[in-house]
């Protein structure tokens, strides 16, 4: 399946400019793909990073709004960090996972395991705010599956391609240091490859067999969209080839039952 | 840095042999980017699976002659793994992080923290084996790093320009199902890109600011290399703009006193 062709192009999709809320998402990225001279075709896959959507959802929170609990006080105490910003992190997420100087480590309301609820609160600020407002926490998009979904549709129905989309974010890990892209919502690819079916070049099975297919793309496109970066929120991947899918970014999460580091 | 072009290719350098003990990894890779009809340009990274180069040094181990510890027949019996392998990944290691049925995750010799030690004994097998024998297991490289700086420096000898090696293996991840592409060795190009030097938009200090470049670009590869498929082990991938940097892999790793999942 992947690479029918020898040959991937990443393409960063430019000159888009600050996304506010309530922007037509999917009238940006047609916009984007005009001014690339693009023409969209099957298999293509638009990546679009979670802050874009974000923005477009208002997703802005104003820090001295927030009315931090008890609990967040007191981890904010323990860990050195701001309490309102750990009252956000606490609403957004299930568990923590861990915590230390600085950082809570969470299971996010989406289901992914990831550092501060994946809330950026280092260049997030809406337009229009009022001088010495803020600080300001932007949270991830509500529901990236289904803007991926909305974004495909609309994609496809201006273009005619059968496409696939990923909302991508950058995320810390385990084990390694420094940030690699994730796909945080998923749809028209299928977010796992599976290739247990498959066998080796001798005939036998594989053992280790499932690639994190939208993860890699995510990563890729990280390459050079640049997360910290809103000036590139919109990358196109062409050359994979896979099978048209419906399923979505939960794909991706290990259960916490079946997970040796929850 | 990164993308100062608007674009990535990622290209596939098809039509390597099956690799086999001592043969000239270099002179391989010289072939193939002569057979894709690429002449390489200052800022090309060569991407070669780990794979490729345990074939090359040999790294085959017949289970039949490897003789277990009481260690590792006992922990074999717990969680339902060949005391032959467990031993080898034993020796491959310095640490057991975890052990689960039919699995170990270790911290590797070379510092990485990775399921059965990165042991390939999925469709490993030397040519030339005797009918009969194995099964074979393949150990990862006996030193990545310098893999790639020795492929890099007769890369750039003889294309002129300068150059970025990335060894690469497919890891699966805490939290996250499927495999990824990792840097498991690095030469030429920086394995993280720190930007906290910079700013955002705004004007303020950017807060998550240091991406796994490297890990990135082998994430990238992996997209069109399939690590399982040995008839793709050469990748290059071009359009990142970097400066030289004699870094290794190591850069990615984290400390495992800092590590929160250790």
Not at 43 to 66: H, M, N, Q, Y
Not at 133 to 148: Q, T
Request: aromatic content about 4%.
């Amino acid at each position: 399946m992947i690479a029918c062709g020898d040959r991937l192009e990443i393409v960063a999709l430019s000159g888009v400019p600050i996304v506010e809320r309530g922007d037509d998402v999917a009238g940006l990225a047609e916009a984007a793909v005009r001014r690339a001279r693009i023409v969209l075709r099957d298999g293509d896959i638009v990546v679009v990073t979670s802050k874009l959507l974000s923005r477009a959802e208002g997703r802005f929170v104003e820090l001295p709004r927030v009315e931090p609990s008890e609990r967040a006080v007191a981890l904010g105490a323990t860990i050195g960090k701001d309490a309102r910003l750990v009252e956000l992190i606490l609403r957004e997420s299930t568990h923590v996972s861990r915590s230390a100087r600085g950082v809570l480590v969470v299971r996010h309301k989406l289901g992914f395991v990831v550092a501060n609820a994946g809330i950026d609160a280092s260049n997030a600020v809406p337009s229009g705010a009022a001088a010495g407002s803020g600080p300001w926490a932007l949270l991830l998009p509500e529901a990236p599956d289904a803007s991926a979904a909305a974004l495909r549709e609309r994609l496809e129905r201006s273009s005619g391609a059968r496409l696939g989309v990923v909302v991508t974010d950058s995320f810390g890990r385990p084990f390694r240091l420094g940030t690699v892209g994730v796909a945080v919502g998923v749809c028209g690819l299928p977010p796992l490859w599976d290739r247990r079916g498959e066998s080796d070049l001798f005939g036998r099975p594989l053992e280790q067999t499932i690639t994190a297919l939208a993860d890699q793309v995510a990563a890729a496109a990280d390459l050079v969209a640049g997360q910290a970066d809103e000036r590139r929120p919109l990358v196109l991947v062409r050359g994979l080839c896979f099978d048209a899918c419906d399923r979505g970014a939960a794909d991706l999460l290990r259960r916490a039952e079946e997970d040796l580091y929850a």
